[in-house]
């Protein structure tokens, strides 16, 4: 991710806005993806991969949002009603400036962030912007690559004189606060929440940062991601449940990130393709042979009554699902959040894999609906898990099934028939589109 800036002429007069004195050609290159490519609708129509503009509002957005735009995870679809907040800290079109910026998006999964690029189709400005692109980059290279950028419009400005503008302020602090260890994990939890830094109420992040110590900083930070409005009726409800509860399970692999790490291609974005390879390596560890994993050899698995993993006639359960180890052990006491039996098995293949991808960090192995890189792995273990994708196309006996065969399918690996639509979108034997209207009419 580099910032491709070709500086003009700055003014030479003091009274003129900020802006002025950082005026550039600027580009945006990602894995020799162009980002600023456009139609110069001013000129002849000429097709190019920079834009005329100023850098300092881009830096200033950058450098005011960046754990936001570190941190935070893209949102679900019961999040809208936060949608506009989340724009405005995610989306480059907010950097403002009277510029006429990519219609572009940054989402988080704490390891990578999306670029997520769409088309404009206004044709009333003097650009219209013509990709469609989908690119993730790891975190060190989205910072490394917003880090360079910022430094360089600050070294611009103090070639200009102006060596005291919002934008040195303000990147001195974050600079600050990313070499404090301390205010570096407060400000990476505000973001999980959903704040700006030193926005969030002092007794929430008291709550939250008292429970590092007991729970695990990754397992707190992990569950701060359900949002502000959750967190803290979730964390009571988790809490309420585990002290009251005589479910247990042992969990069969635990800490052993090595392995999860070992497994991965190293490409970013990627965290199901580790999650896919985790569970095929986990169901050889168990001897687990091919095809189902049935309700009884899953309970001796998780040694555990195999009521466990059947319907749960509570009124009130806890809105995720959650694992808490004992001491010195792999039994864990566990709330699965769920009432189905496909469901159970489900979230209990996703607690297994989180054994796997967290182990000893911290007491609490939680599982969300957040699109973090340690929830990706889940899903995608659990899936794998329990239908693995051979031998769902084994047993089909083809990749284009129609709807009657893929529920049959569900219920011979005793999984979800949403489950078996997800793993042929994934695969992609089937569109999006129709998983999404799926979910919707279900």
Same mark, same amino acid.
């Given at each position: 991710?580099? $910032? ?17 004195? /950082? ?6 290159? +990602?894995?020799?993806?162009? @980002? @600023?490519?456009? #139609? ?42 936060? =949608? ?22 940054? =989402? ?32 060190? #290279? @989205? ?5 360079? $950028?910022? #430094? ?8 200009? %004189? ?6 040195? #302020? ?12 301390? !205010? ?10 959903? *704040? ?21 900083? %990754?397992?707190?930070?992990? &569950? ?20 009251? %509860? ?30 896919? %390879? ?15 994993? &049935? ?38 006491? +566990?709330? &699965? ?14 607690? !297994?894999?989180?054994? !796997? ?23 995608? $273990? ?6 693995? *994708? ?14 009657? /065969?893929?529920?049959?399918? =569900? ?32």
């Amino acid at each position: 991710m580099r $910032f491709e800036v070709d500086w003009l002429t700055p003014s030479d007069r003091e009274d003129e806005p900020m802006d002025a004195f /950082t005026r550039c050609r600027l580009g945006l290159a +990602v894995e020799g993806q162009q @980002f @600023f490519r456009h #139609e110069d609708l001013l000129d002849k129509h000429a097709v190019q991969d920079a834009i005329t503009t100023s850098a300092y509002p881009l830096a200033l957005w950058f450098t005011a949002n960046w754990w936001r735009l570190r941190w935070e995870p893209a949102l679900n679809n019961n999040e809208l009603p936060a =949608a506009h907040d989340w724009k405005m800290s995610h989306l480059m079109g907010a950097a403002g400036g009277g510029y006429e910026w990519p219609n572009l998006a940054f =989402a988080s999964d704490g390891e990578s962030l999306l670029l997520k690029l769409r088309p404009t189709r206004e044709t009333s400005g003097s650009v219209r912007y013509i990709e469609r692109l989908d690119t993730w980059v790891s975190a060190d #290279e @989205f910072e490394t690559g917003v880090d360079r $950028f910022v #430094e360089q419009t600050l070294e611009q400005l103090n070639r200009s %004189t102006k060596q005291n503008t919002s934008l040195h #302020e303000l990147w001195q602090t974050l600079r600050d606060e990313r070499a404090n260890t301390w !205010i570096a994990a407060q400000r990476q939890l505000e973001a999980r929440l959903g *704040y700006d830094p030193e926005e969030a109420p002092e007794a929430l992040l008291k709550l939250l940062t008292g429970l590092f110590e007991k729970h695990g900083e %990754t397992a707190i930070q992990e &569950l701060a991601c359900v949002g502000a409005e959750a967190i803290e009726g979730t964390i009571k409800d988790v809490q309420e449940h585990l002290a009251r %509860t005589k479910d247990a399970i042992k969990l069969p692999i635990l800490s052993t990130r090595a392995m999860a790490s070992a497994l991965s291609n190293n490409k970013p974005g990627y965290p199901w393709e580790q999650g896919q %390879t985790a569970a095929h390596e986990t169901r050889r560890y168990l001897g687990i042979d091919k095809g189902p994993l &049935l309700n009884r050899r899953f309970s001796e698995i998780l040694e555990a009554p195999s009521q466990l993993l059947d319907h749960n006639e509570s009124t009130h359960l806890p809105p995720i699902g959650i694992a808490e180890v004992r001491e010195n052990g792999s039994n864990a006491k +566990v709330s &699965l959040g769920k009432k189905r039996k496909e469901a159970r098995r489900f979230m209990s293949a996703r607690l !297994i894999a989180d054994g !796997i991808y967290a182990g000893k960090a911290g007491s609490w192995l939680p599982c969300t609906n957040a699109s973090t890189v340690r929830q990706k792995f889940q899903r995608a $273990f659990a899936q794998e898990f329990l239908c693995p *994708y051979k031998d769902l196309i084994e047993w089909m006996n083809t990749t284009s099934p129609d709807d009657e /065969t893929m529920e049959a399918a =569900a219920d011979h690996f005793d999984v979800s028939p949403l489950l078996v639509n997800t793993v042929m979108v994934n695969h992609d034997h089937r569109p999006r589109s129709e998983l999404e209207a799926y979910q919707q009419a279900i």
